[in-house]
């Protein structure tokens, strides 16, 4: 429904409609505009109406553009998870040769322990000994 502009009465059918493409808006993408000719009933004036407007899905070169930008986003995130997966590989040797030399390190204490127990165990039975002679 369009209004008539001399009278502002309202026309609800167009005599002739049409379709055309506009300029490209600044995304450079085109716009479809479904026009109406119109006749007034009241005043009889003659009068062109836009009915609808539809952003076409861009022109070759918007296509081209925006699927140039897509990839630079694909590679800068290919490129860093490249770069994270490096880190957690490093990360992960560096915790690998840790936990090694933490049980280096835990079995040498507990080597360390048997022999101290196995000296005590000794000293032990070599008192037990003495303290058995001394009773007799």
Do not use: H, Y
């Amino acid at each position: 429904m369009s209004a008539c502009p001399r009278c502002g009465t309202e026309v609800s059918n167009p005599n002739k409609t049409w379709s055309m493409i506009g300029r490209a808006n600044k995304t450079d993408k085109e716009i479809e505009l479904t026009l109406g000719f119109f006749m007034c009933p009241e005043c009889e004036k003659r009068f062109l109406s836009v009915l609808e407007k539809q952003i076409e899905k861009g022109t070759f070169k918007g296509v081209v553009e925006e699927i140039k930008g897509i990839e630079r986003g694909f590679t800068q995130t290919l490129d860093d998870l490249r770069e994270k997966l490096e880190k957690l590989k490093n990360e992960r040797a560096e915790l690998l040769e840790e936990i090694e030399e933490l049980k280096r390190t835990g079995e040498t204490k507990a080597s360390t322990l048997e022999e101290e127990i196995a000296s005590l165990r000794e000293e032990v039975d070599s008192l037990k000994e003495m303290l058995d002679d001394n009773d007799e």
